[in-house]
């Protein structure tokens, strides 16, 4: 019993409910403490994968990024080798 339901057993136990009832008030009322717990395992679960998909974001961006400097330099180099051929012609 989670230390809340020990409280209301002990309680229920001294106005005079017998045992058997106090125990199965006392379990009653742990219930949403365990769905809370559940829920804030599911919250820490959450934010990591969160935290996680942040991580692959930004590196998804910086690669992206690399990547579109490198075709912008090869773009120039190439208009540069074009503009020196052209004025050779002329």
Known sequence: ?????????????????????AMK???ALAVPNKDIADIRTDMAVTKTTI??????????????????SLVLAVLLLELNWLWQLLQRVH
């Open 1 to 21: 019993m989670a230390l809340l339901s020990r409280e209301v057993y002990d309680a229920f136990r001294e106005i005079g409910v017998s045992d058997e009832q």
């Open 25 to 27: 008030a006392a379990e």
């Open 51 to 68: 935290e996680q998909l942040q991580h692959r974001l930004t590196t998804m961006a910086w690669s992206i990024g690399l990547g579109f």
